[in-house]
Nanobody
């Protein structure tokens, strides 16, 4: 069992930045790949970015590439999502998820554990 806790969400103006954190607790959390997904009101949960267990491989959705950066500190069991140049369309609840395979995926059904989410609101 792995428990994931997101933090760092909030309200920011367009063009601003936020850094989200995903802290993992439980059995060997560092063997998991971690993904970030987001869900806006009335929309399906969508893939944002993923990072492999080693941190050596990342994959970004086209909508965030060049603006968001994912990283992980396995010593702290934490994954970070630095979000720059935020746009109103980035407004959503952001969820982190852990995938036992360790490679990362864009497919949310492949993730084994999910956090409760953190709200990000970008005003225009």
């Amino acid at each position: 069992q792995v428990d994931l806790v997101e933090s760092g969400g909030g309200l920011v103006q367009a063009g601003g930045s936020l850094r989200l954190s995903c802290a993992a607790r439980g059995r060997t959390p560092n063997i998991y790949a971690v993904g970030w997904f987001r869900q806006a009101p009335g929309k399906e949960r969508e893939f944002v970015v993923t990072i492999s267990r080693s941190g050596g491989s990342t994959d970004y959705a086209d909508s965030v590439r060049g603006r968001f950066t994912i990283s992980r500190d396995n010593a702290k069991n934490t994954v970070y999502l630095q979000m720059n140049s935020l746009k109103p369309e980035d407004t959503a609840v952001y969820y982190c998820a852990a995938e036992r395979d360790g490679l990362g995926s864009r497919v949310r059904q492949l993730y084994d554990y999910w956090g409760q989410g953190t709200q990000v609101t970008v005003s225009s």
